[in-house]
């Protein structure tokens, strides 16, 4: 392999190419914006940090929270002590972070938009707002608003979710989640190390409805957002069809991070699947392991997609019935040490959905959940379906 163009300089563009150039390949990176703001809260989940320590062992200005709470109509709020801290960045810093490691392992960065991408003869050309590039390979990491259609995933409305951020000034001590009535969604509230993130993600409602939510929710709190930045994105969110048919790869291109749909369809989280996929993708290229069709695909199964589809699947049941679930949820972490630990392992990134069910049967038996499910209310029944707890 001779050279790589990497399209797209988030972290799933930054980190093939810091990866491919420390391999001892020619690495170009080409983004419109590279280091930018975004309206998600930022955080980097202990997952993330565990595999990657330059995450949280560096100078970059971050917020270490240590404390978190959950909030659902007629359950009220749970805080606890996470057992795992989270590292919160503004998107700015952290992209200016990753890119900055590419330029220091070798990799060319050119800020300019990407106009068209198209193989002949073996060779990919791509045509930018700053000239022409050829290359050997690609690494889309465009995001979800991928230009180039005919790569990477195909997004339909159902595959995405926005959302949409103020960025206030002011300081907090946690980071709260509160899930609002009829949401396939939730409202955060994340410190980062000079403002706060208020912000909203919701999947099937329009732009302008979610942002009145988000506005109402802070009034309700007395949070002025008069002036305060305001940031939209757009998300990948897959259902649970697309996932089966998600494409990845292709003759001479992988697709990383959101340009994948490697998102998590109920967190929403991100920033790990994006380093991850960008790593695999250049071990792929570095050790000829790209002209195998499906090889990259298979891994990524292996490692996280098939895990993100099954959950899915568990969003798709879950729909509008968030909030029911996240009231269940708030009342048995009052109740369970042991429920509290199984809901901190979903939100750092430690357990998998495709072990939920068997994890949450074997240490949530001798609680009595099971029969709480059972024959409790209609609700709790029907959480308890969706959980896989009962068939």
């Not at 907090?172 to 912000?199: C, K, M, Q, T």
């Given at each position: 392999m001779k050279h790589v163009a990497i399209l797209g300089g988030g972290p799933a563009g930054a980190f093939?190419?810091?990866?491919?150039?420390?391999?001892?390949?020619?690495?170009?990176?080409?983004?419109?914006?590279?280091?930018?703001?975004?309206?998600?809260?930022?955080?980097?989940?202990?997952?993330?940090?565990?595999?990657?320590?330059?995450?949280?062992?560096?100078?970059?200005?971050?917020?270490?929270?240590?404390?978190?709470?959950?909030?659902?109509?007629?359950?009220?709020?749970?805080?606890?002590?996470?057992?795992?801290?989270?590292?919160?960045?503004?998107?700015?810093?952290?992209?200016?972070?990753?890119?900055?490691?590419?330029?220091?392992?070798?990799?060319?960065?050119?800020?300019?938009?990407?106009?068209?991408?198209?193989?002949?003869?073996?060779?990919?050309?791509?045509?930018?707002?700053?000239?022409?590039?050829?290359?050997?390979?690609?690494?889309?990491?465009?995001?979800?608003?991928?230009?180039?259609?005919?790569?990477?995933?195909?997004?339909?409305?159902?595959?995405?979710?926005?959302?949409?951020?103020?960025?206030?000034?002011?300081?907090?001590?946690?980071?709260?989640?509160?899930?609002?009535?009829?949401?396939?969604?939730?409202?955060?509230?994340?410190?980062?190390?000079?403002?706060?993130?208020?912000?909203?993600?919701?999947?099937?409602?329009?732009?302008?409805?979610?942002?009145?939510?988000?506005?109402?929710?802070?009034?309700s709190k007395r949070i002025s957002f008069e002036g305060a930045p305001f940031h939209a994105h757009l998300l990948p969110s897959l259902a649970p069809e697309a996932w089966k048919q998600n494409r990845l790869e292709g003759e001479g291109w992988f697709a990383a991070g959101d340009a994948g749909g490697l998102v998590d369809p109920i967190t929403g989280e991100g920033i790990y699947f994006a380093l991850r996929s960008g790593e695999v993708a250049a071990e792929c290229i570095a050790d000829g392991t790209y002209g195998r069709p499906g090889h990259y695909t298979r891994r990524l199964a292996e490692e996280f997609t098939a895990d993100l589809a099954y959950g899915s699947s568990l969003g798709a049941r879950l729909g509008s019935h968030m909030s029911a679930a996240a009231a269940v949820s708030v009342q048995w972490m009052r109740r369970s040490p042991a429920f509290s630990g199984i809901m901190q392992d979903l939100i750092s990134g430690a357990q998998p959905y495709l072990d939920l069910k068997s994890r949450l049967v074997r240490e949530m038996a001798p609680a009595g959940l099971g029969s709480l499910f059972r024959t409790g209310s209609i609700s709790l029944r029907m959480v308890g379906r969706i959980l896989g707890y009962q068939s």
């Open positions: 093939a190419a810091a990866r491919l150039a420390a391999a001892g390949i020619e690495a170009t990176l080409i983004d419109e914006k590279l280091a930018w703001e975004k309206p998600c809260g930022g955080g980097v989940t202990y997952k993330a940090c565990e595999r990657y320590p330059f995450l949280f062992e560096n100078s970059i200005p971050k917020q270490v929270m240590a404390e978190a709470s959950i909030a659902a109509p007629r359950a009220g709020m749970v805080s606890f002590k996470l057992r795992h801290p989270m590292v919160i960045y503004s998107r700015r810093e952290l992209n200016g972070l990753l890119i900055d490691r590419a330029r220091q392992a070798g990799v060319r960065v050119e800020r300019a938009r990407v106009l068209s991408a198209g193989r002949r003869a073996g060779a990919w050309h791509i045509e930018t707002s700053a000239g022409p590039h050829t290359a050997d390979f690609c690494v889309l990491a465009l995001g979800a608003r991928n230009p180039l259609r005919e790569l990477g995933t195909q997004l339909r409305p159902a595959d995405t979710v926005m959302a949409m951020a103020y960025h206030v000034a002011g300081t907090a001590e946690r980071v709260d989640i509160e899930f609002l009535s009829g949401l396939d969604g939730y409202v955060w509230v994340f410190p980062r190390h000079d403002h706060i993130s208020y912000g909203i993600g919701g999947k099937g409602e329009p732009s302008a409805r979610l942002r009145a939510r988000l506005e109402d929710w802070m009034r």
